[in-house]
């Protein structure tokens, strides 16, 4: 299957300003997005009251909590919380370097999916910056269990998800969600699932603090009588559950620091299994090898990549 990459590094145009809720503090928060030079990578930064920054690198090193959202950071006060449905965006328009400002401990959640960081950032406008992007092709199968649950990484020609839930209540069951990843099937079939929760659920999380900032706005719920109590329903008929779960995935993913080139697997996953695999698939050297793209402008398969020797190309590894 061919890919849709250009090979080429990008940022985007202008800047732009996106203000809304964080879904476990109730507060309101405000992200920017500012261009960046190429081989910056994607880089939060977060501003405290004193005038400080605590400058966070996108990748997998930096990974902390991971109970019920993506954390980059291990101290609650230098930290950034639910980054994935805008890692998600960012990894899916193909935009490899970008400074993220925010003024709170986390993302905005806005309508609980990725269309409004999507639609910020092609208000922006995305831009070539002529400089090569490296990719990291999967070339042996990597395997994480966890009881039940498992993810792995294949070699694949392209970029593919195949990723399936299995929850027990009658509304859900088991669904399944597969495809290649192009900026067009991201927007068509996943950027608008929302996250997802259970009425009974709600008093455990508000006590435990989290969840403040969780509302019919954001976030489809299901009742004890196992039923969707938003007004509007579902947006994907019966599986927009898979595809947040989806959509989750690519935003995890994400933090490898580079496109990938390969499928990923998961059965019962989320936040916490799809790092584990991303680790166990950067930490083993032999199971991936970084390449790009030889230098022609028609579109390529991902067999057509070409292997680089890149000992300092190491984008998940933790930096400064």
């Not at 399944?176 to 929302?194: D, V």
Request: charged share 25%.
């Amino acid at each position: 299957m061919a890919i849709g990459l250009l090979g080429f590094q990008s940022t985007i145009e202008n800047p732009v300003t996106i203000t809304g809720t964080g879904v476990h503090s109730g507060q309101e928060v405000s992200i920017t997005f500012l261009p960046a030079e190429a081989g910056t990578g994607i880089v939060f930064q977060r501003a405290h009251a004193d005038g400080t920054f605590t400058e966070l690198r996108a990748v997998s090193a930096m990974v902390g909590n991971t109970d019920l959202s993506t954390v980059l950071g291990t101290a609650p006060a230098r930290s950034v919380a639910t980054i994935e449905h805008v890692m998600a965006a960012i990894y899916a328009l193909g935009v490899d370097n970008l400074l993220v400002e925010v003024d709170g401990a986390e993302m905005p959640i806005m309508d609980g999916s990725s269309e409004p960081f999507i639609d910020a950032i092609e208000q922006a406008g995305i831009r070539n910056l002529g400089v090569k992007r490296r990719y990291i092709r999967v070339v042996k199968p990597v395997r994480f269990e966890n009881g039940a649950s498992w993810s792995e990484f294949h070699p694949h020609d392209g970029t593919r998800f195949e990723v399936e839930i299995d929850f027990d209540t009658p509304l859900i069951g088991r669904q399944k969600w597969e495809g290649e990843l192009t900026p067009e099937t991201f927007k068509a079939e996943l950027s608008r699932a929302r996250t997802f929760g259970f009425m009974r659920d709600v008093e455990r999380l508000w006590a435990a603090g989290f969840a403040l900032g969780s509302s019919l706005e954001n976030s489809v719920v299901i009742s004890d009588d196992h039923t969707v109590v938003n007004i509007e329903g579902l947006r994907y008929d019966k599986d927009e559950f898979v595809r947040h779960k989806t959509l989750d995935a690519v935003g995890d993913l994400a933090l490898a620091g580079a496109q990938f080139i390969g499928c990923y697997r998961s059965y019962r996953g989320g936040h916490k299994m799809n790092a584990q695999a991303l680790k166990a698939l950067l930490s083993d050297p032999t199971a991936y090898e970084v390449v790009e793209a030889p230098t022609r402008t028609k579109q390529l398969r991902a067999r057509e990549f070409v292997a680089i020797s890149a000992p300092e190309f190491a984008p998940w590894a933790m930096e400064g």
